[in-house]
């Protein structure tokens, strides 16, 4: 798998109309339909151009709770889900 465009180059924006898109250095990557009933795609273009950073927040927390070597059941469940999501992120899962 290729990697990502890292933020913050990321960003959501109107396109021309009333549509939103999530936009980086390169241009527009992707138009979100806002027509769909129940869809926002304002908020989902947020969303997804908010992505790259909370992958690396992620990544930085998840680097923490090994380093800090605690126990504990929700310490553990927290660095469980932690790594999960990142390889989610990163097509791993």
Excluded at 15 to 39: K, M, R
Excluded at 74 to 87: D, N, S
């Amino acid at each position: 798998m290729s990697e990502h465009t890292p933020g913050p180059e990321w960003w959501a924006g109107q396109t021309q109309g009333n549509g939103w898109g999530v936009w980086t250095v390169n241009g527009c990557y992707s138009v979100l339909d806002h027509t769909a009933p129940g869809i926002d795609a304002k908020a989902n273009a947020r969303l997804i151009a908010a992505a790259p950073d909370m992958l690396a927040l992620l990544e930085e927390i998840g680097v923490w709770l090994v380093a800090t070597d605690l126990s504990g059941t929700v310490l553990q469940h927290f660095e469980t889900r932690v790594g999960a999501i990142i390889a989610k992120a990163k097509g791993e899962a």
